[in-house]
Antibody, heavy 116, light 107 residues
Framework: QVHLQQWGAGLLKPSETLSLTCTVSGGSLREFYWSWIRQPPGKGLEWIGEINPNGSVNYKRTLRSRVTISLDTSKNQFSLKLSSVTAADTSTYYC??????????WGQGILVTVAS | DIHLTQSPSFLSASVGDRVSITCRASQGINTYLAWYQQRPGKAPNLLIF???TLQRGVPSRFSGSGSGTEFTLTISSLQPEDFATYYCQQLNSFPPTFGGGTKVEIK
């Protein structure tokens, strides 16, 4: 059974860099695509970006200048960095596995709050 | 980006009711549509992919239909654990996008 466990800082100040990591167990990062998705409090889901087993990335156009997704296959982990955060980046952040055209496994989610 | 519009946004129903949720795409997406259930404080859970294929372990009271621009999620007999928010998602073309959600509450 595939399991995604994520961690990272939950409280940031404006202009800081958000940093989250997702560890995959029960499966290999050498297959499928690995995504980050966020959800502002009380709102819907927004795809942020993804990385494939070769390390190629795709990012949401409006976030591209601030996002970096990376892969560490030796640790079976992938990570998200989002720079220059503002209050608008306050959300629950999820890591997820993309199988073809849907997301079949998700991390537990981490609420990241940006406040001064 | 492809925009997905769900209706209704909110649905009040009773245990045992048959309920349907619609998802309309701003352009044709073949059958590259998935449905998720999200309970409060939890991650979304995949119910259906390919518009109509039930994810393993999902009860058969859930079903999906449609192609092109209009899709439907149906719950044949609502159970207490089905009160949640439901989202559609497409990946006919990048980026993946989600509908705004339909919250199903107890009448």
């Amino acid at each position: 059974q595939v399991h995604l466990q994520q961690w990272g800082a939950g409280l940031l100040k404006p202009s800081e860099t958000l940093s989250l990591t997702c560890t995959v167990s029960g499966g290999s990062l050498r297959e499928f695509y690995w995504s980050w998705i966020r959800q502002p409090p009380g709102k819907g889901l927004e795809w942020i970006g993804e990385i494939n087993p070769n390390g190629s990335v795709n990012y949401k156009r409006t976030l591209r200048s601030r996002v970096t997704i990376s892969l560490d296959t030796s640790k079976n982990q992938f990570s998200l960095k989002l720079s220059s955060v503002t209050a608008a980046d306050t959300s629950t952040y999820y890591c997820a596995r993309r199988a073809v055209d849907y997301f079949d496994y998700w991390g537990q989610g981490i609420l990241v709050t940006v406040a001064s | 980006d492809i925009h997905l519009t769900q209706s209704p946004s909110f649905l009040s129903a009773s245990v045992g009711d048959r309920v349907s949720i619609t998802c309309r795409a701003s352009q044709g997406i073949n059958t590259y549509l998935a449905w998720y259930q999200q309970r409060p404080g939890k991650a979304p859970n995949l119910l259906i992919f390919g518009a109509s294929t039930l994810q393993r372990g999902v009860p058969s009271r859930f079903s999906g239909s449609g192609s092109g621009t209009e899709f439907t999620l149906t719950i044949s007999s609502l159970q207490p654990e089905d009160f949640a928010t439901y989202y559609c998602q497409q990946l006919n073309s990048f980026p993946p996008t989600f509908g705004g959600g339909t919250k199903v509450e107890i009448k």
